[in-house]
């Protein structure tokens, strides 16, 4: 078998691997990913992986050849990068999908990574300071990795079987995003800040400053006849693209 040829693809992270560590194979800024098999096809199909969630985590996983990448530190705009790779490798570049009752095709490979300022990005830490506007509070914050996301999502679900009728998932966000309030550093504060003392104006502000600087690609597309820029839409179409036909 080692005869047989299975060809791969070289993949360029947005973060640019300036957020983790210097013995991280993803410190490069790259990452190395192999075609879609016959194997991958049985993970989309996999309905336990559809049912909680997982599918794509383990079909990305699947098509990761890097040795030793650890999964849960990609950063999330990283994943959301090795995410379109994966579907331009596995389906092509070509991604239709309905928009204001039009058929819509988006051709993949004109997706950028957003601009980053990299001299923020300093001695790989994934850290970064923020006075709140209004408050005034020094807040310090991380991007949030896929394992961030896993375990937000964990406890979204928890709180949710305790009470239904809440919705505590832009609160549960914060918690996790926030490394420090004021120089305290420890979870109990920075919730009881969250929970008590964080204005939602200084919310948004912290919002739109994690988002000004976070590695990410441009989801985004323009639709015809229109100026301004539009989400992409992740529909059923993305990695099954012939659902529905």
Do not use: C
Not at 44 to 62: A, M, P
Request: glycine residues 6%; without cysteine; proline residues 3%.
């Amino acid at each position: 078998m080692s005869d047989f040829k299975l060809p791969t693809e070289t993949i360029e992270l947005p973060s640019k691997g300036l957020l983790y560590s210097s013995d991280s194979p993803l410190a490069k800024g790259t990452i190395d990913m192999k075609y879609m098999t016959a194997r991958e096809e049985d993970i989309l199909t996999n309905t336990n992986y559809i049912n909680n969630g997982t599918v794509i985590d383990k079909l990305l996983q699947s098509l990761i050849t890097t040795e030793g990448v650890n999964y849960g530190d990609l950063l999330i705009g990283d994943k959301n990068a090795i995410m379109v790779a994966a579907r331009i490798l596995s389906y092509g570049k070509d991604y239709s999908f309905k928009y204001n009752g039009e058929e819509i095709t988006v051709d993949l490979t004109g997706i950028e990574a957003k601009e980053i300022d990299e001299s923020l990005y300093v001695d790989r830490k994934n850290e970064f300071q923020f006075t709140l506007p209004h408050s005034e509070n020094l807040v310090t914050f991380k991007i949030l990795t896929h394992k961030d996301e896993r375990d937000i999502e964990a406890e979204i679900k928890g709180l949710k079987r305790i009470n239904k009728d809440e919705n505590r998932e832009v609160t549960t966000r914060l918690k996790y995003m926030i490394t420090g309030v004021n120089g305290r550093t420890e979870q109990k504060d920075i919730r009881e800040f969250v929970d008590k003392y964080l204005l939602a104006r200084d919310a948004r502000a912290l919002r739109e400053e994690y988002s000004r600087i976070s590695p990410d690609v441009k989801l985004e597309f323009y639709p015809d006849g229109e100026e301004e820029v539009v989400d992409l839409p992740i529909t059923i179409n993305f990695f099954w693209p012939d659902a529905g036909k």
